[in-house]
């Protein structure tokens, strides 16, 4: 189902979870659940994915708990909401650890196209966040109009390497 770039990339992700202790978490909209997929498709990964959220709608971002008014003010295209949507992300995910465990979670919002774009938001930007001990950290990708299906490739492959980047940083607690 997933090429092998991004299989290898995802196994890299699990090992390097199951050798820190930490659970991952995502909170997806313009990929639709297809980072935590990845992952998923991975034999074994149950003992390093916690779980995922598909926000693709402004209801749905809210629900997991990005405020409102922030999905008002910058739009679900934003910085501020990837990184709402990791935060939240890994609340839920904490929510359900034991005391003392770590969770990390990304989160992905872009326009995959074809449609939807915007001058100010067009076709092939997408946010990342990554949420961890550490606090968030934000990237923004400009993939252009390269078609919605490499839009989203590129955004799972973007999404795992910010996961490992966090993964390889020194544990903060």
Do not use: W
Not at 136 to 147: E, L, Q, Y
């Amino acid at each position: 189902m997933f090429d092998d770039e991004i299989r290898s990339k995802a196994e890299a992700v699990l090992d390097a979870a199951r050798a820190r202790g930490v659970m991952l978490a995502t909170a997806e909209s313009c990929t639709g659940g297809l980072v935590a997929g990845a992952l998923t498709a991975i034999a074994g990964s149950s003992d390093a994915v916690d779980g995922g959220f598909v926000t693709y709608s402004n209801a749905a971002k809210v629900q997991l708990g990005v405020p409102e008014a922030l999905l008002v003010s910058d739009g679900a295209v934003s910085e501020r909401t990837a990184r709402a949507l990791a935060r939240a992300a890994r609340e839920a995910a904490l929510a359900r650890a034991p005391k003392g465990a770590e969770r990390v979670a990304v989160s992905v919002t872009g326009v995959a196209g074809p449609g939807g774009g915007s001058a100010e938001k067009p076709v092939g930007l997408v946010h990342f966040a990554i949420a961890d001990a550490a606090g968030t950290r934000h990237r923004v990708a400009r993939f252009g109009d390269v078609g919605r299906d490499e839009v989203r490739r590129r955004s799972i492959l973007t999404a795992l390497d910010l996961l490992l980047e966090s993964l390889a940083a020194p544990i903060t607690v």
